[in-house]
């Protein structure tokens, strides 16, 4: 009996209907009919990109269906399916070895259409349309650019670098759980070398413009037989041929292309040409992004570690810039009296040196006239306990900071007056710093916290900001011991090796630039003790108090005969500004008896669109009837952004910030809740204070300064409107 093996066509028709099947799925699941919705959200779409990347010849079939489903759905105004396929369009596009001009040009078509609809779907077809726009100039040219950050490759035509934290709430996760994340970026990051992913880069960007006409086999052999310089030498060719080409408004893609194909005759050139035929479009692997993994214990953790990543303790510190720094460090003097900062401490230049000869005269030991022989003799240092300061907290270790491209060496000062220092070149943001929080309503309180800390550094000191692009996500973890996102069993047999949580986490850093800001809310504590100083603290997602119950107080008096019972709770006086759809600001007052408290940033109704606190008050009410007096709870809901809650009996209650035991105040008998202000706000108004007095609304540049402090937090889609 004679066996027929299928035709190519048939076997295109069955991968074509495979992957229709899965990307049918995929939108099984966003409607909330697939069981995967509940648990392993995300698995469909990777098993869907590594189907693809076993055999990267299926990408131009992947991107044509999902650019018909795109096409559907924005015909049967379908629109919860056009952001979840387009992030998979989009990463497949990239991924891709070759995409035609044509399919291209479809996608770039769709993307255009996008800039019709509301956010957030008009800003990322913007986006993605400028990105298509590029890649069709200069084929590989996404793909190019994401390595060459993530891996931190040198390079003058794209000197960026990129790098992804995560940081994990230590009381949540496992040890099992930390072990597994830790092994996997540990894995990620060993796995691959510089020269290799300058391999990678230069195989990709051929192979994307040159199509089948690449030999691909025999390129990567040649390569794998160069020294190192060789390769780096033609991969900074390839580099600013691609952004060359890229970065032109009206480039000539035919130039582009004979200028690739001189360069891959080149490398090729020396070696012996071989008879094997081409084996058609193969594919390039995307290396793992650089990740670290850490727990966050430390309050000042995460600043620490985005100072060492713009300068890591390796490079040298020029002693000339410290002197530079503290001469132009006039700020405390400005900020002193901006209520937003006044518990941080400024550095201040002392005056005191330390030599007995420079300390101020006594009455027990006058000052006599000496020579100059008999003077430095006596000159030498008190005793003393001498602290050797943090490399992190040095002035001269943060002002040379960055010495790349674009960034101009600071100038010596000069001490002679009227002759000002050499003016400093603006520097760039060549740096992004994606942070990844693994974690509940804890970790992201705790966010909050070291956010706001890090602004109040850059208003004092300014050295991350001209120079970081800061990103930061979140990823949210149940609190069931031993459970977090695992790849399959075995799938296939080809994906057991892979590395899932890597590239969940790459997938979800690479597409997710829509941020979503939150408000950071300010809270001033006031506790029964009038010796403990009012504390300070902010909170990003909810604030919870607990009122002691009241104890029956039997009052020993002869007049009264029957016992005082006060009922259950404290009795508090509320004032707030009540928010209403005009905006215009309305101070309410109220007393009330209560027995617990919760104030909620977010909204658990995505319908709710105010930007405010929902306030939840359980209020106790008294009942009076024939069988005697009894008391019952009913709960009262505010809206506001600012209130004050006072216990009007001085009666001590517990307040806890972010359901994060570690952030509790005890004997509390006050509060005031307040969105919290950005500390450059507070700067510029203390400034504009100091000379206009008497103004009462924001004038000059504080007009234009962002007040609130908010926290972006990058999602797939941002605020779908």
């Given at each position: 009996?004679?066996?027929?093996?299928?035709?190519?066509a048939?076997?295109?028709?069955?991968?074509?209907?495979?992957i229709?099947r899965r990307?049918r799925?995929?939108?099984?699941?966003?409607?909330?009919?697939?069981?995967?919705?509940?648990?392993?959200r995300?698995m469909?779409?990777?098993?869907?990109?590594?189907?693809?990347?076993?055999?990267?010849?299926n990408?131009p079939i992947?991107?044509?269906?999902?650019?018909?489903e795109?096409?559907?759905?924005e015909?049967?105004?379908?629109?919860?399916y056009i952001?979840?396929?387009?992030?998979t369009?989009m990463?497949?596009?990239?991924k891709a070895p070759?995409?035609?001009?044509?399919?291209c040009?479809?996608?770039?078509?769709f993307?255009?259409?996008?800039?019709?609809?509301p956010?957030?779907?008009?800003?990322?077809?913007?986006?993605y349309?400028?990105?298509?726009?590029?890649e069709?100039?200069a084929?590989?040219?996404?793909y190019?650019?994401?390595?060459?950050?993530e891996?931190?490759?040198?390079?003058?035509p794209?000197?960026y670098?990129e790098?992804?934290?995560i940081?994990?709430?230590?009381e949540?996760?496992?040890?099992?759980?930390?072990k597994?994340?830790l092994?996997?970026?540990?894995?990620?990051?060993?796995?691959?070398?510089?020269?290799?992913c300058?391999c990678?880069?230069?195989t990709?960007t051929m192979?994307a413009?040159?199509?089948?006409g690449?030999d691909?086999?025999?390129?990567?052999?040649?390569?794998?037989?160069m020294?190192?310089s060789?390769?780096?030498?033609?991969?900074?060719?390839?580099?600013?041929?691609?952004?060359?080409t890229g970065?032109?408004?009206?480039?000539?893609?035919?130039?582009?292309?004979?200028?690739l194909?001189s360069?891959?005759?080149?490398i090729?050139?020396s070696?012996p040409?071989g008879?094997?035929p081409?084996e058609?479009?193969q594919?390039?692997?995307?290396?793992?992004?650089?990740?670290?993994?850490h727990?966050?214990?430390e309050d000042?953790?995460?600043w620490k570690e985005?100072?060492l990543?713009?300068r890591?303790?390796s490079?040298?510190?020029?002693p000339?810039?410290?002197?530079?720094?503290?001469?132009?460090?006039?700020i405390q003097?400005?900020i002193?009296?901006c209520?937003?900062?006044?518990?941080?401490?400024?550095?201040?230049?002392?005056?005191d040196s330390?030599?007995?000869r420079?300390?101020?005269p006594?009455?027990e030991?006058?000052?006599?006239?000496c020579?100059?022989?008999?003077?430095?003799s006596?000159?030498?240092?008190k005793g003393?306990i001498?602290?050797k300061?943090?490399?992190?907290?040095s002035v001269a270790?943060?002002?040379?900071g960055?010495?790349?491209p674009?960034?101009?060496?600071?100038?010596?000062?000069?001490?002679r007056?009227?002759?000002?220092?050499?003016?400093?070149?603006?520097?760039?943001r060549?740096h992004t710093?994606?942070?990844?929080?693994?974690?509940?309503d804890?970790?992201?309180?705790?966010l909050?916290?070291a956010?706001?800390?890090?602004?109040k550094?850059?208003t004092r000191?300014?050295?991350l900001?001209?120079r970081?692009n800061l990103?930061?996500?979140?990823v949210p973890?149940?609190g069931?011991?031993?459970t977090l996102a695992a790849?399959?069993?075995?799938?296939s047999k080809?994906l057991v090796t892979?590395?899932?949580?890597?590239?969940?986490i790459?997938?979800?850093?690479?597409?997710g630039?829509?941020?979503?800001?939150?408000?950071v809310?300010?809270?001033?504590v006031?506790?029964?003790?009038s010796?403990q100083?009012?504390?300070?603290?902010v909170?990003?997602t909810?604030?919870?108090?607990?009122?002691?119950?009241s104890?029956?107080?039997?009052?020993?008096?002869?007049?009264k005969?029957?016992?005082?019972l006060?009922g259950?709770?404290?009795?508090?006086t509320?004032?707030y500004?009540?928010?209403?759809v005009s905006?215009?600001a309305?101070?309410?007052?109220?007393?009330?008896?209560?027995?617990?408290?919760?104030?909620?940033?977010?909204p658990a109704?995505a319908?709710?669109d105010?930007?405010?606190?929902n306030?939840?008050?359980?209020?106790?009410?008294?009942?009076?009837?024939?069988s005697?007096?009894?008391?019952?709870?009913?709960a009262?809901?505010?809206?506001?952004?600012?209130?004050?809650?006072r216990?009007?009996?001085?009666r001590?209650?517990?307040?806890?910030?972010d359901k994060?035991?570690?952030?509790?105040?005890?004997?509390?008998?006050?509060?005031?809740?307040?969105?919290?202000l950005?500390?450059?706000?507070?700067?510029?108004?203390?400034r504009?204070m100091?000379?206009?007095?008497h103004?009462?609304?924001?004038?000059?540049?504080?007009?234009?300064?962002?007040?609130?402090l908010?926290?972006p937090?990058?999602?797939?889609?941002?605020?779908?409107?």
């Open positions: 009996m004679l066996c027929c093996s299928p035709s190519p048939m076997e295109s028709a069955e991968v074509e209907s495979d229709l990307v799925t995929l939108l099984r699941e966003l409607d909330g009919h697939h069981p995967a919705c509940q648990s392993d995300g469909l779409r990777w098993t869907l990109h590594k189907k693809i990347d076993q055999n990267p010849s990408s992947l991107v044509r269906i999902l650019v018909k795109l096409e559907r759905a015909r049967g105004d379908y629109r919860h952001i979840p396929l387009l992030h369009l990463y497949a596009l990239i070759c995409i035609s001009d044509e399919l040009s479809r996608v770039y078509d993307c255009t259409k996008l800039l019709t609809l956010r957030p779907f008009c800003t990322i077809g913007l986006d349309a400028a990105r298509l726009k590029m069709r100039m084929p590989g040219m996404l190019q650019r994401m390595v060459i950050s891996q931190s490759l040198k390079s003058d794209y000197p670098q790098k992804i934290f940081f994990a709430d230590p949540l996760l496992s040890e099992a759980i930390c597994a994340l092994s996997d970026t540990e894995a990620a990051r060993v796995s691959q070398s510089p020269q290799a300058m990678c880069v230069i990709h192979q413009a040159l199509g089948e690449c691909l086999s025999a390129l990567r052999m040649r390569l794998q037989g020294p190192s060789e390769v780096e030498h033609w991969f900074q060719e390839v580099v600013m041929a691609v952004e060359c970065s032109k408004v009206a480039a000539d893609r035919g130039q582009h292309m004979e200028r194909q360069i891959y005759s080149a090729l050139s070696s040409p008879d094997a081409l058609g479009l594919g390039t692997p995307l290396p793992n992004p650089n990740i670290s993994f727990l966050w214990t000042d953790q995460l985005l100072v990543f713009i890591p303790l490079q040298s510190c020029e000339d810039h410290l002197s530079q720094d503290l001469d132009n460090f006039e003097d400005i002193s009296d209520e937003c900062c006044e518990k941080t401490r400024f550095s201040v230049l002392s005056t330390g030599i007995e420079d300390l101020p006594t009455s030991e006058p000052l006599a006239p020579s100059a022989d008999t003077e430095q006596r000159l030498h240092r003393g001498k602290k300061p943090s490399p992190l907290e270790f943060l002002q040379t960055c010495n790349g674009g960034v101009k060496p600071a100038a010596k000062v000069q001490r007056v009227g002759i000002p220092a050499e003016p400093m070149a603006p520097l760039l060549l710093a994606r942070i990844v929080l693994l974690g509940d804890r970790v992201l309180g705790r909050a916290q956010y706001h800390s890090l602004r550094r850059e000191r300014v050295f900001t001209p970081l990103q930061f996500y979140y973890v149940t069931q011991p031993g790849a399959p069993s075995s799938p080809h892979d590395l899932f949580i890597t590239d969940v790459a997938y979800y850093v690479r597409m630039a829509q941020p979503v800001c939150f408000q809310y300010a809270v001033k006031f506790f029964s003790s010796a100083e009012p504390a300070e603290d909170f990003l909810e604030l919870c108090a607990q009122l002691q119950d104890i029956p107080s039997r009052e020993v008096n002869p007049n005969k029957k016992t005082t006060d259950p709770g404290v009795d508090l509320v004032t500004r009540k928010v209403v905006d215009r309305k101070e309410v007052s109220l007393s009330l008896r209560s027995t617990g408290l919760s104030m909620k940033a977010i109704n319908a709710e105010l930007a405010c606190l306030v939840d008050i359980t209020e106790v009410v008294r009942i009076n009837n024939l005697g007096r009894s008391f019952s709870t009913v009262n809901k505010l809206k506001t952004c600012n209130i004050k809650i216990s009007t009996e001085q001590p209650f517990t307040l806890c910030l994060d035991s570690r952030r509790t105040y005890r004997s509390v008998i006050s509060l005031e809740v307040s969105p919290c950005e500390p450059s706000y507070c700067l510029q108004k203390s504009t100091k000379f206009s007095p103004e009462a609304e924001d004038v000059g540049l504080v007009k234009y300064m962002p007040k609130s908010l926290l937090i990058n999602t797939f889609a941002g605020v779908i409107q």
